[in-house]
């Protein structure tokens, strides 16, 4: 059983980036589809139990069955976010795409920062023409986490047409005055504050005070040698 929800707990990024490999399905899913059915039975309240038994129905190509499953678990607790992420997922690769949208927006309403979802809404966008939204919910998805802009980690960004937009936007500010240049008084003493507070160099005030007294003298021996 160990073994069997290590494998459910990997499936969200499995089914996210489209990349399962046959030798990933066991060859016993029926049984272990049946043993999961017969834990929901004992444990009807747990819905932990029926994401897991949707991933395993998704497995097995069952996808009407994996939906029902999730529905069934969303009912137990709306408020799973692995679950109803994993319904939108299903949603969408079965060309549902206003109700995957519906549930992509449900996962962002538990959990804001869920970078996966914003990553599918960009993509689920996208299908749909609206190329904007799709490069703001992309960039905000890499914002979260970087880790999405590495084929290694998401094939799927290969395939992204809106990839290298989507890059560019995630690491610039959304808010276009922030985008403006701030107006300095004293440029140069606020570039030697920062200077100085992370390489460690003297404070400017004493730079100040020597670049000052080094004036006075050139001045003292330019008085002098003109008397």
């Known amino acids: 059983m160990k073994s069997l929800r290590a494998l459910c707990a990997a499936l969200p990024i499995l089914i996210a980036t489209s990349a399962l490999q046959a030798e990933t399905v066991p060859l016993n899913l029926p049984q272990a589809i049946a043993a999961q059915q017969r834990v929901i039975d004992a444990n009807p309240g747990d819905a932990t139990l029926y994401n897991d038994l949707g991933n395993l129905l998704y497995l097995d190509s069952r996808n009407k069955e994996a939906a029902e499953a999730y529905e069934a678990g969303i009912l ?3 408020a799973l976010v692995s679950l109803r992420y994993n319904f939108a997922l299903l949603l969408h690769q079965t060309e549902r ?6 549930e992509y ?7 804001p920062r869920h970078a996966w ?3 599918q809404m960009g993509v689920l966008l996208a299908q749909r023409g609206r190329r904007s939204a799709a490069i703001q919910s992309c960039a ?3 914002r979260l986490d970087a880790r999405l802009t590495d084929p290694a980690f998401n094939p ?20 276009s005055a922030a985008l403006a240049p ?3 008084e004293n440029p140069g003493n606020v570039t030697s504050i920062l ?6 160099m003297p404070r400017p005030e004493r730079k100040l005070e020597r670049k000052l007294q080094r004036k006075q003298r050139r001045r003292a021996k330019k008085a002098e040698s003109e008397g």
């Open 76 to 78: 137990v607790d709306p």
């Open 97 to 102: 795409p206003r109700r995957a949208e519906k």
């Open 105 to 111: 927006r449900e996962v962002l309403k538990i959990d």
């Open 117 to 119: 979802a914003h990553y």
């Open 140 to 142: 905000r998805a890499m």
């Open 156 to 175: 799927h960004i290969l395939e992204n047409t809106l990839a290298s937009s989507a890059v560019l936007w995630a690491y610039s500010d959304l808010s």
């Open 182 to 184: 701030r107006v300095y």
């Open 195 to 200: 200077l100085a507070a992370q390489e460690g």
